[in-house]
């Protein structure tokens, strides 16, 4: 799926991590900065942290779906103009997802690890589902845990797996382009765009296609019928 849908792909991922890279790598200046006291310096940084935060959420979130929109048509532009997703993707439900499934689990890792671990594999088909299936966040993140039910350990080790070779990726190309490079910021964003473009899509892809292949499982399975959205959640949403 990621090499049929490569050329599409690709091109959307450098526009998205250009300037997401650039964000990361301030993220990164912003941790070598000194507050000693709260005073204007320590006022921007906070503000600055925090914006990185906020913009680099949105440009996962919008990715995420993005991918979504694109592995459902399994064509690329003939049926799904950049136009079309631009203008149906769920911005608000995407953002909140990935704001409570990020903030959940790095507060569980932080705290016990096993809890955040838990967490991640329960709710890491989220925003899929929300474009899939069009849910609200709250009925996204029930049945994303409802379909990694008796998946849990191949959704862990998939995903889980895959995450960590990103993390780790990340680490080599940040060392490599260090050394090509030299300027701190000017390596940390080569190394952030050549992650995003390479490996970014292939974690999108492999989500938006675990989280297919569950659904079909489920509804394969005999037993109650998955229940969809509520029409108080239809109204939410719109």
């Not at 459902?72 to 911005?91: C, S, V, W």
């Amino acid at each position: 799926m990621y090499v049929r849908l490569a050329p599409f792909l690709l091109p959307a991922s450098l526009l998205i991590y250009l300037p997401l890279g650039a964000l990361d790598a301030l993220g990164d200046e912003f941790d070598h900065v000194s507050i000693r006291k709260f005073d204007v310096l320590a006022g921007l940084v906070v503000a600055g942290g925090f914006l990185q935060f906020v913009l680099a959420a949105l440009g996962d979130v919008f990715y995420s779906g993005f991918v979504a929109a694109v592995v459902l048509g399994r064509t690329g532009r003939t049926q799904h103009p950049l136009r079309e997703i631009l203008a149906k993707l769920p911005y608000l439900r995407l953002f909140l997802a990935d704001l409570v499934v990020t903030l959940a689990t790095a507060v569980g890792l932080a705290l016990l690890v096993v809890p955040g671990v838990v967490f991640f594999v329960w709710y890491s088909l989220t925003a899929p589902v929300i474009k899939i299936e069009d849910r609200g966040v709250s009925a996204a993140m029930r049945r994303s845990r409802r379909l990694v039910r008796g998946s849990f350990w191949t959704v862990l080790l998939l995903l889980g797996g895959l995450y960590l070779v990103s993390n780790g990726l990340t680490s080599v190309a940040q060392n490599v382009a260090s050394n090509a490079i030299g300027h701190p910021f000017l390596s940390h964003w080569v190394a952030a765009i050549a992650i995003g473009v390479i490996v970014e899509p292939i974690v999108a892809v492999a989500t938006v296609v675990v989280t297919l292949e569950l659904i079909e499982l489920h509804s394969a399975a005999p037993g109650p019928l998955e229940p969809g959205p509520s029409v108080a959640e239809d109204a939410a949403h719109g």
